[in-house]
C-alpha cells in the first residue's frame, strides 16, 4: 500500500490520544466498509454527518473522547478521505487480493519465527489453523482474503511488536481493522480481569472479528486432552462463561451459532470427562 496510509501521513490532531486516533481509524474503515463506500463516493459522502455518527458510535461503546470532538472530528474525516482515496487506484487492489493471503501468511511466518506453541509446534501452525476454519465457515464470503489475511496476522501486533502501520501498508485498512480489534488492550485486560475483558471483547467485538475470534478459541481448545488439566480445567470453564455471555448480549449470526456450538460441544465433553 502507498504512504498516504500511513497515520503519520497527515497532520494529526494536537492533543487527541494515540489509542484513541487508533481506534477511530478503525472505526472509519468499519464506517466505509460495511457501507460499501469506495472513492467514486467521496464527493457524495457528508464527512461530517460521519464523522459525527463514528463519534457517538466510539463514545457510546468505550465511554470516552468526551471534549475531543473536534480534533475527533477533524481525524476521522481525513482518515475516510484517506482510505477512500487509497481505493482510486484499482489495479492496484486488484492485485494485491489476489496474493493477499498468501503474502500474509508468508508475513506472519516471518514474524513469529523461533516461537513455538505449548505442545512444541511452531507458532505459526495456530494462525493457519484459525485461517482454515475461518476458510471452512465462511467459503462464500466476498472478503474472504482479507479473513483469512487478519486471522494469520491476528497474533502479530502483541506477540512480535509488529506495528499497525505495517499491517497497514502491507494489506490494507480492512485487514488492518481486524488485526487492530483482534489485539488485546492491555490496560483494559489489567483494570477488568482477563475473563471479564474477555466476555466484552466477544460481545462488542465486529462480526467479522468475531468470527475470527471464535475461530481461535475453537483451535485453542483443540488439544485440551494435551494440556496440563488444571490451565485446561481453568480455560475449558472461562470459555464457557465468555460464550454464556455472548449468546445472552449480542444478537449472532448463523456462522458465529456454528462456531459457538462446536466449540461448546469440545468445552462440554472435557469438562465432563473431568468433573471431581
Do not use: T
Given at each position: 500500500m502507498s504512504d498516504e496510509y500511513n497515520l503519520e501521513g497527515f497532520e494529526q490532531p494536537v492533543g487527541l490520544p494515540e489509542s484513541i486516533k487508533n481506534d477511530l481509524f478503525s472505526y472509519a474503515v468499519d464506517y466505509t466498509t460495511d457501507r460499501g463506500l469506495s472513492y467514486r463516493d467521496i464527493d457524495a459522502?457528508?464527512?461530517?454527518?460521519a464523522a459525527q455518527e463514528i463519534i457517538e458510535e466510539y463514545q457510546e461503546d468505550y465511554g470516552e473522547g468526551y471534549g475531543y470532538e473536534e480534533e475527533m472530528a477533524t481525524f476521522i474525516m481525513e482518515s475516510i478521505r484517506i482510505i477512500l482515496d487509497e481505493q482510486n487506484d484499482v489495479s492496484m487492489l486488484d492485485d494485491m487480493e489476489e496474493s493477499k493471503d498468501k503474502d500474509a501468511l508468508e508475513f506472519a511466518t516471518q514474524k513469529h519465527k523461533g516461537q513455538y506453541r505449548r505442545g512444541g509446534a511452531e507458532y505459526i501452525t495456530h494462525p493457519q489453523a484459525v485461517a482454515d476454519i475461518v476458510a471452512r465457515v465462511k467459503p462464500d464470503s466476498h472478503q474472504l482474503d482479507d479473513l483469512k489475511s487478519a486471522a494469520y496476522l491476528h497474533d502479530t501486533v502483541e506477540d512480535t511488536g509488529t506495528t499497525y502501520e505495517e499491517i497497514l501498508d502491507a494489506f490494507g485498512p480492512t485487514v488492518m481493522a481486524l488485526v487492530h480489534e483482534l489485539t488485546s488492550d492491555e490496560e483494559q485486560l489489567k483494570s477488568l480481569g482477563k475473563t471479564e475483558y474477555l466476555k466484552r471483547k466477544f460481545a462488542?467485538?465486529?462480526s467479522?472479528?468475531?468470527v475470527i475470534k471464535l475461530a481461535d478459541r475453537l483451535t485453542n481448545i483443540s488439544d485440551l486432552d494435551e494440556a496440563d488439566e488444571s490451565w485446561a480445567i481453568k480455560y475449558a470453564t472461562q470459555t464457557k462463561i465468555i460464550l454464556d455471555y455472548l449468546k445472552q448480549n449480542r444478537t449472532l449470526s448463523n456462522t458465529h451459532?456454528?462456531?459457538?456450538?462446536?466449540?461448546e460441544v469440545i468445552v462440554d465433553g472435557y469438562l465432563a470427562r473431568h468433573a471431581h
Open positions: 459522502l457528508d464527512l461530517d454527518e462488542g467485538i465486529s467479522w472479528g468475531l451459532k456454528q462456531l459457538v456450538r462446536e466449540i
